[in-house]
């Protein structure tokens, strides 16, 4: 190849080379766990299918505990900047002619009450 072919350094591994990568990172996980099976079920003489099970679950649940405890680790979102519109979901009644307002978007997350009758309507109830 010369210097003034063009190359694509994106499309050095081809797919297929991936997905054997996981398949390979998958075989030894597995084989982890048989060699811990076979540990435990020698140190404690317990059947092999039992131990392998219940070893392949603990995994299960650890790996579903790690992922969850990601999940509270990464921080919310920051706020929207100032003068853009949030969802609401809000509805408003007028206490003296009973007319209902429905608000779904507002500058902030608990916005003014919006008038009507020449009084500051209620707020009904929000909608979950």
């Known amino acids: ?3 003034l072919e063009p190359t694509n350094e994106l499309d ?4 297929p080379a991936r997905r054997g990568g996981r398949l390979v990172r998958l075989g030894v996980w597995l084989g982890l766990v048989v060699l811990v099976a ?4 020698l140190v404690f003489d317990t059947p092999p299918v039992t ?14 505990g ?3 405890l990601q999940s509270f680790a ?5 706020p929207p900047e100032p003068g853009t519109l949030r969802k609401v979901k809000l509805v408003y009644r007028c206490s003296i002619c009973g007319a209902e307002v429905r608000m779904t ?24």
Request: contains cysteine; hydrophobic residues 50%.
């Open 1 to 3: 190849m010369s210097d």
């Open 38 to 41: 076979v540990g435990i079920g």
């Open 12 to 15: 050095e591994e081809p797919a």
């Open 105 to 128: 978007a507002a500058p902030s997350e608990e916005p003014e009450a919006p008038r009507h009758c020449m009084e500051d309507m209620e707020l009904a109830a929000p909608i979950d």
């Open 74 to 78: 990464t921080p919310p979102p920051a």
């Open 51 to 64: 131990t392998f099970f219940a070893v392949l679950l603990g995994l299960v649940i650890l790996r579903a």
């Open 66 to 68: 790690w992922f969850f």
